[in-house]
Nanobody
């Protein structure tokens, strides 16, 4: 079982930066693939980025490549999403998620709002 709590969201102007954090509790965090997803108003939740347990395998949505960076600190049981060059289209609720032993995103945080003004 993994519990996830996101933080770091807020209001930022276009071109600005934010860093999201996801604090995890639970014995399996260090071996879990972690992901960030987002959901904009009126749209379905979409994948943003993921990172495997060691940090050696990263994946990004095309829309954020080159602007967002996912990382993790297993000692702190925390995963991060550094977001640079933000655009109004990045406005959404951002969710942290963890895969279970069946390699499915089974655990989700409550989300943190990111709003980018033009």
């Amino acid at each position: 079982q993994v519990q996830l709590v996101e933080s770091g969201g807020g209001l930022v102007q276009a071109g600005g930066s934010l860093r999201l954090s996801c604090a995890a509790s639970g014995r399996t965090f260090s071996v879990s693939t972690m992901g960030w997803f987002r959901q904009a108003p009126g749209k379905e939740r979409e994948f943003v980025a993921s990172i495997n347990w060691s940090g050696s395998s990263l994946a990004y949505a095309d829309s954020v490549k080159g602007r967002f960076t996912i990382s993790r600190d297993n000692a702190k049981a925390t995963v991060y999403l550094q977001m640079n060059s933000l655009k109004p289209a990045d406005t959404a609720v951002y969710y942290c998620a963890a895969k279970n032993s069946e390699l499915r995103y089974a655990y989700w945080g409550q989300g943190t709002q990111v709003t980018v003004s033009s």
